[in-house]
């Protein structure tokens, strides 16, 4: 078999529509577009969310609740997990190599879920209440930036 020799099935073509081929052909003169505006023009592209000029449904729904501008977005991580690394010296850097956080520039809140045995040096944007205490009372230092 030849790809050259190789035809579709019949009925599974349609002959495309030729526009603006005399009045005979169906689709002569305005060539389907309709008469005048926009639409008619070439160039014209309407976009998926134009709705011919009404006013547009973002617009048209009411506005709804409140974001903050200035809040402060942290990366928490349990001092359970900070145990389980089994290291002394813990900060941002040493948290994102290990995968508890994403990044070491933003910040990390350390929360006190779990508890401390070793003694721990952490250094982080902010601490719990109950988090400080357990990593003090272990004898350890939490450093807040």
Same mark, same amino acid.
């Given at each position: 078999m030849k790809l050259n020799a190789i035809s579709p099935l019949p009925g599974s073509t349609k002959t495309r529509k030729r526009v603006g081929r005399g009045h005979g052909s169906g689709l002569g003169k305005s060539a389907g577009r309709g008469d005048k505006g926009a639409g008619q023009r070439s160039g014209f592209k309407r976009r998926t969310w134009f709705? +011919? +000029?009404?006013? &547009? *449904?973002? $617009? $048209? *729904? &009411?506005m709804r609740g409140f974001k903050n501008i200035f809040k402060k977005e942290f990366q928490i991580v349990n001092i359970d997990s900070i145990e389980a690394l089994g290291l002394e010296e813990v900060n941002a850097q040493t948290l994102m190599d290990n995968g508890l956080i994403r990044s070491a520039l933003k910040p990390v809140k350390i929360l006190g879920n779990g508890d401390v045995k070793s003694k721990i040096n952490l250094t982080a944007t902010v601490f719990s209440k109950s988090a400080k205490e357990k990593i003090e009372k272990a004898g350890g230092t939490a450093t807040e930036l």
């Open positions: 709705e +011919g +000029g009404q006013m &547009p *449904l973002a $617009r $048209r *729904l &009411p």
